[in-house]
């Protein structure tokens, strides 16, 4: 007598494959067709087991994970394709030094038209990639991190380092002979902010933050980026008994840190004698006679 062919169910698995759909098995329960594991006799896509014989194991298989590009071999690649001619081309246009450009490792990347500038983290390897065009739109590799953007170099003697926002503010500042870091917006890396500063001992840190435009939230508020971003680094920057303390300097949006504007700031990176406290609230000070950028200055000590 002929037996039917059922399909399994989850009720009733394959007995070889154990699982329940796909496979099939007649109705006396001798002979089953498995999908999944191979015999010597295939049968409509799949394998037929007797199995009054020993059933045999089944493994799943397993795809190999993808092979990745680490991302300091993906900024090694794009860096072998970038001249020199082409990292001064980019620094003429953004007006900073070719060596700073260089130093903070930016490289081309033709597959997406734009600038690579690697993230950094705290210890000092690479976690991510910040893409930024011609037209200064910003974006990440995918499977990035925020991390850092670092220029290297020695710490000065007075450990004063600066916080910027973006990879090419930090390049203007480091252009300036500043000691500076940046972060990739108002908000990130902190912790490997506050990694760095312990590793490389830094003993006070300025923050560089956009004065940028309100932005309204969901519920009608209003909320100011780059100024909040800054005292909320402030409070995060829990540093050792050495570190004496944070200054926040912000800058009017229309002002961007670049040589040109920013040599005629650094005298105000310290509260100048002649600031005048305007919003307990807000904590800002504006520096008198100066009519073409408006400067913040909070200066916490521990």
Not at 88 to 100: F, K, N, R
Not at 102 to 109: H, I, L, N, P
Not at 127 to 153: C, D, H, M, Q, Y
Not at 249 to 259: D, K
Request: aromatic share 6%; hydrophobic share 40%.
């Amino acid at each position: 007598m002929k037996s039917d062919w059922l399909r399994v169910t989850k009720q009733r698995k394959c007995p070889v494959c154990s699982h329940g759909d796909w496979c099939g098995i007649t109705s006396d329960g001798k002979v089953a067709r498995c999908m999944r594991v191979e015999s010597a006799h295939p049968s409509n896509g799949g394998w037929i087991h007797r199995l009054s014989d020993p059933v045999p194991v089944y493994v799943p298989k397993t795809r190999p994970p993808p092979q990745r590009r680490s991302f300091a071999e993906l900024v090694a690649q794009l860096r072998r394709i970038t001249t020199p001619a082409m990292i001064e081309q980019h620094a003429d246009e953004l007006g900073v030094s070719a060596d700073m450009l260089d130093a903070m490792t930016a490289a081309w990347c033709p597959a997406q038209d734009a600038w690579a500038f690697p993230m950094w983290s705290g210890s000092g390897s690479i976690v991510g990639v910040r893409l930024r065009n011609v037209a200064g739109e910003k974006w990440a590799i995918t499977g990035s991190k925020e991390g850092l953007f670092w220029p290297f170099g020695e710490p000065p003697e007075d450990g004063v380092l600066y916080v910027c926002e973006g990879p090419t503010d930090t390049t203007a500042a480091a252009t300036l002979g500043l000691w500076a870091v940046g972060r990739p917006s108002c908000t990130g890396a902190t912790e490997h902010l506050r990694e760095l500063c312990r590793r490389m001992r830094a003993k006070r840190i300025v923050i560089i933050g956009d004065n940028d435009p309100a932005k309204q939230r969901p519920d009608g508020s209003f909320w100011y980026p780059g100024r909040e971003g800054a005292l909320a680094l402030c409070r995060d920057m829990a540093m050792p008994p050495s570190f004496s303390g944070v200054v926040i300097v912000s800058f009017r949006a229309s002002c961007p840190l670049t040589p040109g504007v920013r040599h005629q700031m650094a005298p105000a990176i310290s509260p100048p004698a002649n600031a005048k406290a305007i919003s307990a609230p807000t904590m800002r000070w504006v520096r008198r006679g100066d009519a073409s950028v408006t400067q913040t200055v909070l200066s916490l000590t521990s």
